[in-house]
């Protein structure tokens, strides 16, 4: 029997297709002279048939009351085009590479100014706040067992002598959960090298020396803003 589509994604099924076809807009150069795959309209499709089998295996996480739902939307059509090229022998290294630098201009469609705004909410009290909030309702029995596949994470304060402005430890990631679930975990560091770009276009930067993909206890997030004059270049 086939897996339904969970009504909160269905609601933004139109908007994650559109971005899924801009993607591979975006990758198609690289895909042909670097992948070595001439059939890019056959590809295309394929990738698109299977975000349609990750959409359905989405798990739901709270909808828009849930910051983790937006980070599900946005990056796990990353795992159908991983699936997709690694059935077609593309090797991992040449999918990551293809991946971060699809996203990365797909990010830098974005205006600057609403880039960068958008990072300084981000960084803002009020969202340090919520994220503290999230945080402390991610770790409850309750909610775990109400959301098995969402994440599970800490705010960090700094300490005195630290030089970040606040942090995230992630002790249980939806991602891997996804991976381990359906036979993705080779795809993960691919999908974990997305998150520098995704900050620094907005003009943050992320310092991660762990992940759980990688075999630690937790990803250690740790957030700070960019000089003024430093530019993310396309």
């Keep these: 029997m086939a897996e339904i589509v969970h009504p909160f994604y269905e609601a933004h099924r139109g908007a994650m297709e559109s971005a899924m076809r801009h993607r591979l807009d975006l990758a198609e150069a690289m895909l042909r002279e670097r992948a070595d795959l001439p059939e890019i309209d056959a590809i295309r499709q394929e990738v ?46 040449v999918i990551g590479d293809i991946e971060r630098e699809t996203y990365k201009a797909q990010l830098l469609t974005v205006p600057e100014a609403e880039r960068l705004a958008a990072g300084r909410q981000f960084m803002s009290p009020e969202n340090q706040h919520l994220l503290r909030e999230q945080a402390a309702r991610s770790t409850t029995k309750s909610h775990r067992d109400a959301f098995p596949g969402d994440f599970v994470y800490d705010f960090v304060e700094p300490g005195p002598n630290d030089h970040f402005e606040f942090g995230i430890n992630y002790r249980a990631c939806g991602f891997c959960k996804f991976a381990a679930r359906h036979g993705d975990k080779d795809i993960l560091p691919n999908i974990c090298g997305l998150d520098f770009d995704a900050y620094a276009t907005r003009g943050i930067r992320l310092e991660r020396t762990q992940t759980l993909a990688g075999g630690a206890s937790h990803c250690d997030f740790r957030f700070s803003r960019l000089a003024a004059d430093v530019k993310v270049e396309s």
Excluded at 54 to 83: E, H, K, N, T
């Design 48 to 93: 698109m048939d299977e975000f349609a089998v990750v959409l359905a295996q989405m798990p739901y996480v709270g909808g828009a009351a849930s910051r983790m739902s937006d980070f599900f939307m946005r990056l796990m059509g990353f795992m159908a085009i991983s699936r997709v090229l690694l059935r077609h022998g593309v090797p991992l290294p």
